[in-house]
């Protein structure tokens, strides 16, 4: 696999030191969300021009790192009509701006209907689901005019929060430019991370073949709850989901996410260390 790393939870740097920290760590792949990692310069949607994307990709050539990752996570169920079609726009600006790029995937979570992204019991409904499809369908669709994969992240909370409902919408709207990021942890909540095994063994056998690239945490439970930190920090058990990797998906991206600067090689060492021993 090619492990890399959540590009903002890496050390605060000027952007073109940064991408050469995060080689100097041994990551060979990134997660970039624009304005979580760049502050030097504007990424709104005007700023994303054929010259910025040939400047980005020349940095993260010239380290030797991949784009596994061009993260929008912007709610697609918003329910307000003028700021559903601003986030339409700035997932085809993020889309555009990746054909250039040359990265992995544009990546999104499923959201929540409601303006605030609030997670509510409704986003686990029929309703929550068919709007989500309604809206994310000419976003995939323009990824298809741009030859550019977008990949739906499930998460509990969200509206798509198991491996079911992830394969009803790559079903539904029957794209092969509409894939799947796994984050194992995302899939898990207190009701249910007792069954973490059978939940992730679940995933891999629904989404297996659509499964672009993964994300890499772990869990604690605190006071009724999940708190996500960093890989071999928590109760994650990996082994089902790196034999899945290292057997299915050659060279596949994986990045890590929830570390920090004090503890990413830790976190890195853990995961190689497992990985290595799969056999």
């Known amino acids: ?15 073109e030191e940064r991408i050469a920290d995060v080689r100097e760590l041994g990551f060979t792949c990134g ?28 940095v993260f050539a010239k380290n030797d790192v991949d784009i596994a990752v061009l993260g929008c996570y912007l709610n697609l169920a918003n329910p307000n009509p003028e700021k559903l079609a601003a986030i339409q726009r700035r997932y085809m600006a993020h889309i555009r701006f990746a054909s250039l790029l040359g990265c992995g995937v544009v990546g999104t979570e499923t959201g929540a209907p409601n303006e605030t992204y609030t997670p509510v019991p409704e986003c686990h409904g029929g309703e929550a689901l068919r709007v989500f499809i309604e809206n994310l369908r000419p ?32 079903d539904e709207i029957g794209s092969p430019n509409l894939q799947v990021i796994l984050d194992p942890v995302n899939l898990l909540d207190i009701s249910n991370c007792g069954r973490q095994k059978e939940i992730v063994e679940e995933a891999i056998e629904v989404l297996g073949s659509d499964i672009a690239m993964v994300h890499l945490k772990d869990f604690q439970v605190r006071e009724g709850g999940l708190v996500s930190v960093g890989a071999g920090l928590g109760e994650m058990d990996y082994t089902a989901v790196l034999r899945f990797i290292k057997e299915r998906k050659p060279y596949m991206h994986v990045t890590l996410e929830n570390t920090t600067p004090a503890d990413s090689i830790q976190c890195r060492d853990h995961i190689l260390g497992l990985y290595e021993k799969i056999r």
């Open 1 to 15: 696999m090619q492990l890399g790393i959540r590009l903002h939870d890496t050390k605060k740097l000027p952007f």
């Open 31 to 58: 997660h970039l969300a624009l304005s979580k990692v760049i502050e030097e310069f504007p990424t709104d949607d005007g700023a994303l021009t054929p010259g910025l994307a040939m400047y980005i990709r020349k």
């Open 139 to 170: 976003v995939v669709e323009y990824a298809e005019k741009m030859g550019v994969i977008v990949a739906i992240e499930p998460v509990f909370k969200h509206i798509v929060y198991d491996p079911a409902r992830a394969r009803q919408v790559l």
